[in-house]
T-cell receptor
Framework: SQKIEQNSEALNIQEGKTATLTCNYTNYSPAYLQWYRQDPGRGPVFLLLIRENEKEKRKERLKVTFDTTLKQSLFHITASQPADSATYLCALEGDKIIFGKGTRLHILP | DTEVTQTPKHLVMGMTNKKSLKCEQH?????MYWYKQKAKKPPELMFVYSYEKLSINESVPSRFSPECPNSSLLNLHLHALQPEDSALYLC????????????FGSGTQLSVL
């Protein structure tokens, strides 16, 4: 069955550094992959979508890569700020979206 | 207007009650979704409506009954729930293609006593 893993449940990063989150998947070849941000008690917010023929996508301080050979996506936040602290969810496309368990990112001032 | 509005924000109900959750979007999106999320878990898909027709039901118990009265509205009718149904219920919408770029509401935090 399709499986999606975000291999860090929690990640602490010093303010100003680059935060890198990892999403791995198995038993599937998605046409695209998405990243969402979720704050406590709120719904997820769509951040970026990257398609299988795109190696990299950027949006302001965010960068996503998609390696279909490694079956992995990396999500980077550069010049991280305390306001970036949240849970980040990776989501796989299929007949339905499968969300990873998320990584709780803490940016330390 | 780029919002998905859910009401109520919080709901406490007994196991014999009947209640409804409401969701509204005015972005012209043609796909709408109900998700259930337990604490520290990812959202789990319950139902998908595409062009106002139910397209996916993830084997959800019949005590949850979805309804899509029109392209802007989505309801979730609740009846005879169990305490384990307590969770954050999220509504989402997407423009046309199912599963791309979901816009989520803030959710209804449901407690079943």
């Amino acid at each position: 069955s399709q499986k999606i893993e975000q291999n860090s449940e929690a990640l602490n990063i010093q303010e100003g550094k680059t935060a890198t989150l990892t999403c791995n998947y198995t038993n599937y070849s998605p046409a695209y992959l998405q990243w969402y941000r979720q704050d406590p008690g709120r719904g997820p917010v769509f951040l970026l979508l990257i398609r299988e023929n795109e190696k990299e996508k950027r949006k302001e301080r965010l960068k996503v890569t998609f390696d279909t050979t490694l079956k992995q996506s990396l999500f980077h936040i550069t010049a991280s700020q305390p306001a970036d602290s949240a849970t980040y969810l990776c989501a796989l496309e299929g007949d339905k979206i499968i969300f990873g368990k998320g990584t709780r990112l803490h940016i330390l001032p | 207007d780029t919002e998905v509005t859910q009401t109520p924000k919080h709901l406490v109900m007994g196991m014999t009650n009947k209640k409804s959750l409401k969701c509204e979007q005015h972005m012209g999106h043609r796909a709408m979704y109900w998700y259930k999320q337990k604490a520290k878990k990812p959202p789990e898909l319950m139902f998908v409506y595409s062009y106002e027709k139910l397209s996916i039901n993830e084997s959800v118990p019949s005590r949850f009954s979805p309804e899509c009265p029109n392209s802007s509205l989505l309801n979730l009718h609740l009846h005879a729930l169990q305490p384990e149904d307590s969770a954050l219920y999220l509504c989402a919408s997407s423009q046309r293609d199912i599963n791309e770029k979901l816009f989520f509401g803030s959710g209804t935090q449901l407690s079943v006593l």
